[in-house]
Each structure stands twice: as C-alpha cells, then as structure tokens.
DNA sequence: ATCTAATGTGAGCACTGCATACATGATAGC
DNA sequence: GCTATCATGTATGCAGTGCTCACATTAGAT
C-alpha cells in the first residue's frame, strides 16, 4: 500500500487519483470533478493523471467500475439468499438507498454517455446482470429467466432514478421502503389479475 | 412568429435559445452544449441569453420542459386509446424508443441533478405522472392505481435508460421492440405464477 | 555505472460559465 | 411628436476547465 512520500515519483497515482475522484464526486458533485482537483487531492500537478488516465472520461470510468463492484456487495449484503418477492423487494430497496445514498456516484455509473469499450466498466456491468439472473432464478424457478431478469433490473432501476430526479419523492427512507414495497407487489398481482381476467 | 431581422433586439430570443439549444443536444451531445455555441446560432452575443436564462442550467430545464411534452405526444401517438398489457408494452416500445432517438435530451430531462423548484418542469412531469396513472386505469382497472403507476413508470423508465446506457444491446429496433414485449409479459407472468405456487 | 522508459512538472492554448459596464431602441407619458 | 425609461442586446474580462507539449526526475534493466 504505497504511501505519499515525499518523493518525485508517487507510488501508485492512479489508485490515488481514483479515490480522490471518488471522493470528490461524493463532497462536490459529478460536475464539480475536474482534474485538477483530483490531482491537487492527490498532491501531484495537474497533469500528472494523464499519466494513467487518458482523458477525464476514463477516470470516471473507472471510478464507475468501482461503483458497479460496491453496487453489488452492497446487494449482496441486503440479503444472502432471497427466495420470495419479499425478498426481492429487500434488495430493490437497497439498490434505491445504494442510488440515493451515493447520487453522483450513481449518475456516473449511469447517467454518462460512456465508452462502453471500457473493459472494467463492461466486466462490472455483466457481474450484475449475473447476480440479478442469479436473483431471478431463486425467486421464480418457473419463469423464463432471460426476459424476466431484464424485467427485475429494468423494474428496480428506473424506481432508483425516478428517486433520484425527484420524480418520486425521495426525502424519508421508511417511505421510501415502503412504496418499493408495494411497487413490487402491485406489479405481481397486476400480473396475476390479467391472468384471471 | 417574430423573424430574425437585422435589428438589434432579436425579437424572441428566448425561444431561439431554446430551439438553438435543442438543436446542439441533438447534433453534438449533452456535454456539448455551450451557451457561447448556443447564442452564436441564435445570431447573438455570447451573453445575450443571459437576459432570459439565470444560467446554463435553466436553459437545459426549458429544453427538458419541452422534451417532457414531446414525450407525451410521442406516447400518445403510439397508441390511441391502450386497454391491454399489450397495447401498454408498445407504449413501452414508444417510450424506450424516444430516449434512444434523442439520447441528450433524454439525459437532459432525466439524468441531470436539476433544480426541483423548475416551474415549468414540475409541471411537465406531472403531466406525464397523469398520463401514466390514466394508462394503468384503463389497463388494470382493478388494481391500486397509485402503486402499479409507480411500477409501469419505473419498469419503463429503467428500460429506456439501460439500453440509453448499453446495458441493453440497443442496435436493432426490432429486436428491441421484441425484448420489451417479452420483458413486459415476463413480468406479469412472474406474478401470476408466484400467485399460483 | 549507464541508458531508457515510465512517471511527474510547468507553461500555455482554446474553451467554458458568468459578472460587469456600456450601447441600443421599443414604448409609455407628456 | 419628443423624450425618459428600461428591457434587451454588446464588449470585455476573469477564473476555471480539458488537454498538449516540451522538459525534469528517477526506477529498473543492462
């Protein structure tokens, strides 16, 4: 773990300069990061990332695939083993608090006209879609999982940025709980309607 | 219809910004979107717009108003009158199918931390919160409007962005088109089976 | 010990949002 | 019709940005 000597050369600016990145987005925002900043975090010249860093874009990139790795123990720890709807909700609810939790964060990982060449970024993303099919799989052993897996992601992400944006109201968490409750119940007895109807 | 004469006041410099910016968000993408750019092609000095935008954010927020109105008729064009889960995903199909057709003004309205105190913007997006809760109704009249709304928007919403993102392969609209078909009656389906089971 | 390539520095360019002081002219009151 | 007013446009300039290029330093191979 190379510490900041006092030396010309740093030791491992590129980790440095991704966690200054980090931690620059949570303090200031997504548009607030610049390079500079991050440099100055890391006690090094302005120009010092272009050293590992081809332009801005790749550091957030690679701040992003940082994010998609946190996103997922983040998941994971909101419930080992879901088996029922209940427990699917559980893991909605942490993916929305994840969102709203680290709002710049999460834009990057999203919201960003990306490179989606980046190696790391698409690795990262296909983790997560494993899990969820992985997800999928356990709680509804009868469906197709392919289609319903998209559906799940598609279904839990929009709810984190419709959060986000405003769109639905994102001040007290037990609400927030709450309403990602009944979303995902409300969608699987519509279901469950049609069939009957 | 005030045209752009060679006098010194512009005549509706306002709406030209407007119409300007959106035109550079379709052509250049977001980031690129300058007010210098913005009033150049308005014929206008770099800071005229000044004189009808507080700032480079209430510019965007105008364009998203009127991006938000755009989406409504596109939806509403897709289908008339929607009473079945089908006629709701090719409503999804519309929905998606406007974010990938102007992904910047997509992000602008969406994927921007903006100002929720924008007038012109709460408004729009309560029209098409209306316009959703209206659709449910009609679809699923025996559910809970408010959380299956919740749900249609947010399935939808997650949809557009992942495949706006290329967490979704968006190359072919057709097969697009099939995916959201399918993810739609994946998701109802899942719920009649968990009823079953 | 020396050479080389990787890594860091510094100056500088073109661009950005935005503030400030000033120019113009549509229009309301006489 | 004349003139004062004030919304609207212009010109200039500042601080900050991403990024390039020439140069400095030093780790590690020979």
């Not at 302005?46 to 994010?67: I, M, N, Q």
Request: contains cysteine; negative net charge; glycine residues 6%.
């Amino acid at each position: 773990m190379s510490r900041a000597k006092s030396t010309y050369h740093h030791g491992d600016l590129r980790a440095a300069c991704v966690s200054a990145a980090r931690e620059l987005l949570e303090e200031d925002g997504g548009a607030a990061l610049s390079l500079r900043a991050v440099a100055k975090r890391a006690g090094v010249s302005a120009t010092a990332p272009y050293r590992h860093f081809a332009d801005r874009d790749a550091l957030v990139s690679a701040v992003a695939a940082e994010g998609y790795r946190e996103l997922a123990e983040h998941l994971a720890r909101a419930h080992p083993s879901p088996e029922t709807p209940d427990d699917l909700a559980e893991i909605a609810i942490a993916y929305v608090h994840f969102a709203l939790e680290h709002p710049a964060l999460f834009r990057a990982m999203f919201a960003e006209p990306c490179d989606p060449a980046h190696e790391e970024r698409a690795a990262a993303t296909a983790a997560i879609r494993a899990y969820v099919h992985g997800l999928v799989r356990a709680v509804f052993p009868e469906a197709e999982p392919e289609a319903l897996s998209t559906a799940v992601w598609s279904l839990v992400h929009g709810l984190a940025f419709l959060h986000l944006d405003g769109k639905l109201d994102a001040t007290d968490p037990e609400e927030i709980a709450g309403r990602i409750r009944s979303t995902v119940r409300a969608m699987l007895t519509a279901g469950a309607a049609v069939e009957r109807g």
